[in-house]
């Protein structure tokens, strides 16, 4: 009988701590299976942030970093370039790469730095407890937005897959879903190009994957994801912002 | 290939910091420019290059000690550099490697504070050094060097401890240490046995385990385990680290301690109070952590007093006191740091003849 959907080897096979409907568990898989597809897993080195994203280590058969808060792209720096013959990616959320690791993911991608970000846009701190972070949308309550982000004050939000693409030393950068099987399946073959591009030395490639946080939002797994197709793809919308190999 | 090994060199401090980490092996170094401790990275900056390494100009501190977390994670040897305001920055990352048991060797070339301060030389930055610096609670190693000769030596001990205890080390300095030029031997690096790193993050091969390199403790005890951990390294360390030079202290009754640039001033002192007949000595810690607390305590049994200088109203002072046999009297002469705030050595001759009076 043909096995038609398994596992994949890069995932370990135990229960994450994600809440129902969390979509992190969705970017988990997709990222192993480029690992998988690549033939990278033995030869990866992952770094994981602050956050709900931390627990990487539970879940990927991968080397891990454990990063400081928003550092990831600056670890992965140091790990890249020990190491260059390493296949070398960070996994962020919003407030950790889009906040207080502007800095570092700034200048990581204009360096070029041959690594891949996968960064989890889900317009909240999940971990801490649904306070505003630099993508929540305008409007949008949180713990900390109760009357509503207001941009007047608050800025309105990062659209950092296109904030990136401008820089010279991206190679590639684009913005995924996973909340429908269509997304699913141009998500897993973005993330599987952003990897390939690592593999060829093509330089730095970002990835930002929507996703929804059903627990913060208040809402039920199935609002969530409907969410993200109402409210988070019309403002943050999904595409492919820089690929060099379209130059 | 060129060695530098036994050669006689007449360089900067900070260069001779930087020749003793190619020395030591280390080909990769991050760091940001700040006064008064440029001359390192701009020295690797030329040469790691030609040896295949790889120098970064980080965007901040904080960027630069965070590719030293990662770079030491995968097992190599690898050091930044920085002096107050960018130490300060950096204590973040020096608290993750620390929980997260990574070795590296970070150079503090101390000028004034606080805030901005100024580039003069400064000890001002004692406590922050020897007592962590950062958040949770835990200790780094600290070698002070004395002159250039040291600023070589030390470099490299700071590479050898930090592999060999798993923490980050630290090579405290000032402007005068850092600037001056003297000359010095720059001898080959020693004979060390370095444990292995199993348990570096480079791939997991198939059939080997996963590694992970945290700091994160969530489990039942876990966190109290790592503490306890870590506190008896800091034991061990006390035990088999403590490095000292004294200085005339065999019949000395007033005992001068002072360490790097101020250990200079203080030694020219006690040879001025010598040639006048006073029992004057130093005692000069060239390790700040572990301190070496048994010298003191030895000679605390021999000696009527001592006189701490420093460059700051006294931090290191604390630990003399500690140290120190109970009822032993520990005088203190500070010049806090600022431009023109470095004490003569006839200053010091003076102070010591005013405690020498009232303890001898």
Redesign the interface.
């Given at each position: 009988m043909k096995n038609v959907f398994a596992r994949p080897d890069s995932l370990k096979d135990v229960q994450t701590h994600f809440c129902p409907g969390c979509h992190h568990g969705s970017v988990h898989r997709l990222v192993a299976e480029a690992l998988d597809e690549h033939d990278l897993?033995?030869?990866?080195?992952g770094?994981?942030s602050v956050g709900c994203s931390?627990f990487l280590?539970s879940y990927f058969?991968?080397?891990?970093?454990?990063?400081?808060h928003g550092?990831a792209p600056?670890?992965?720096?140091?790990?890249?370039?020990?190491?260059p013959d390493?296949?070398v990616f960070t996994y962020q959320g919003d407030g950790d790469l889009a906040a207080i690791g502007t800095?570092?993911i700034?200048?990581a991608a204009n360096?070029g730095e041959d690594i891949t970000v996968i960064f989890v846009n889900n317009t909240t701190y999940g971990m801490t407890g649904g306070q505003m972070a630099p993508t929540t949308l305008p409007g949008q309550k949180t713990s900390t937005s109760p009357y509503g982000r207001d941009i007047s004050k608050d800025g309105a939000p990062f659209r950092m897959a296109e904030l990136l693409s401008h820089l010279d030393g991206v190679a590639y950068s684009a913005r995924v879903a996973v909340n429908s099987p269509r997304n699913v399946l141009q998500a897993k073959k973005i993330i599987s190009t952003a990897f390939r591009y690592q593999v060829e030395k093509k330089g730095f490639a970002f990835i930002e994957a929507l996703a929804s946080c059903p627990t913060n939002w208040g809402m039920k797994p199935l609002e969530a994801n409907q969410r993200v197709a109402d409210e988070l793809i019309p403002y943050f919308p999904l595409g492919v912002y820089r690929n060099t190999a379209n130059l | 290939m060129s060695s530098p090994n036994s050669d006689k060199k007449f360089v900067k401090g900070n260069e001779a910091v930087a020749m003793a980490a190619l020395e030591a092996g280390c080909r990769y170094y991050f760091g940001y420019p700040i006064t008064p401790q440029s001359d390192i990275p701009e020295y690797l900056s030329r040469e790691l290059p030609r040896l295949g390494g790889e120098f970064i100009q980080a965007e901040s501190e904080i960027g630069a000690i965070n590719m030293l977390l990662g770079a030491s994670a995968t097992g190599v040897r690898a050091m930044t550099s920085s002096s107050g305001p960018g130490i300060s920055l950096k204590q973040e990352g020096i608290s993750y490697m620390a929980g997260s048991e990574l070795p590296g060797v970070i150079v503090d070339i101390m000028r004034a504070g606080p805030g901005l301060g100024g580039i003069d030389a400064s000890q001002a930055d004692y406590f922050q050094a020897t007592r962590g610096g950062g958040h949770g609670g835990y200790r780094i190693i600290v070698l002070a060097p004395s002159s250039v000769q040291e600023m070589y030596d030390l470099t490299m001990l700071a590479f050898d401890l930090s592999d060999i205890y798993r923490m980050p080390a630290m090579v405290l300095a000032d402007s005068v240490i850092g600037q001056m030029k003297e000359s010095f031997t720059c001898n080959p690096r020693p004979k060390v046995a370095l444990p292995d790193k199993p348990w570096a993050v480079r791939g997991r091969a198939e059939g080997e385990p996963q590694n992970i390199v945290k700091s994160l403790y969530l489990g039942d005890g876990e966190m109290e385990a790592f503490h306890w951990k870590m506190h008896a390294r800091y034991q061990e360390l006390a035990d088999n680290e403590c490095r000292w030079e004294e200085t005339d202290t065999d019949d000395a009754e007033l005992v001068l301690t002072a360490f790097g640039s101020t250990a200079r001033i203080a030694r020219t002192a006690v040879a001025m109070a010598r040639s006048e007949g006073i029992k004057a000595g130093l005692l000069r810690p060239v390790t700040l952590f572990p301190f070496p607390k048994k010298a003191y305590a030895a000679l605390s049994e021999r000696c009527k007093c001592f006189l701490d200088v420093e460059l700051s109203t006294g931090q290191m002072i604390d630990d003399v006191r500690l140290s120190v046999a109970r009822d032993t009297e520990v005088h203190f002469y500070g010049r806090p740091p600022g431009a023109g705030s470095l004490p003569t050595p006839e200053e010091l001759l003076l102070q010591i003849k005013k405690y020498y009076r009232t303890c001898a």
């Open positions: 897993r033995s030869r990866t080195i770094v994981a931390v280590y058969d991968v080397d891990v970093i454990e990063s400081p550092r600056a670890v992965a720096t140091g790990a890249k370039r020990t190491r390493r296949i800095s570092e700034i200048h360096r | -």
